[in-house]
């Protein structure tokens, strides 16, 4: 019995020791997801066309959050997030969940979040990308 925890042991807690050491990068910190923020901390979240949405988050942090194109997104009411976690990320797992005046409930896939100032520069990181009326 003795030599069987021996054996567990010694396989056993390399594993567990390289796997903990897998997540952290050659600098010794953990590598930390710049792309998310918690959904808790929002405050603001307004949609700026078919495409972006504006969020501020706690006191100092606002983002800009770009969509697939996503019909109805410009007209949108009620924005808010639909993440079964506390972290909205930009990789297309999160979603973005809205009413669309026209068809009613409507969801998005948020594939990027860019950190911006203000609502100023997210107007103005978006304005190439927007059409001239």
């Not at 030599?3 to 010694?10: D, G, Q």
């Not at 109805?72 to 669309?100: H, M, Q, Y």
């Given at each position: 019995?003795l030599?069987?925890?021996?054996m ?12 903990g050491?897998?997540g ?15 959904a ?8 700026l066309?078919?495409?972006?949405v504006?969020?501020?988050?706690g ?5 800009l959050?770009t ?8 007209l949108a009411?009620?924005l ?6 506390s ?7 999160s ?5 669309a005046?026209?068809?009613g409930?409507?969801?998005c ?5 860019e950190p911006v ?5 997210a ?5 190439p990308?927007?059409?001239?009326k």
């Amino acid at each position: 019995m003795l030599k069987l925890r021996v054996m567990v042991l010694a396989v056993g807690l390399p594993v567990v020791l390289l796997g903990g050491v897998a997540g952290v990068r050659a600098g010794g910190k953990a590598k930390k997801r710049s792309d998310c923020f918690n959904a808790r901390e929002i405050n603001v979240m307004r949609s700026l066309d078919d495409k972006h949405v504006f969020v501020k988050a706690g006191a100092s942090h606002s983002y800009l959050l770009t969509m697939d194109p996503c019909p109805g997104l410009s007209l949108a009411r009620k924005l808010e997030v639909f993440e079964p976690t506390s972290r909205v990320c930009g990789d297309g797992t999160s979603l973005l969940a809205f009413e669309a005046p026209a068809s009613g409930a409507m969801r998005c896939r948020i594939g990027k979040i860019e950190p911006v100032r203000d609502l100023a520069d997210a107007e103005d990181r978006i304005a190439p990308e927007t059409p001239r009326k």
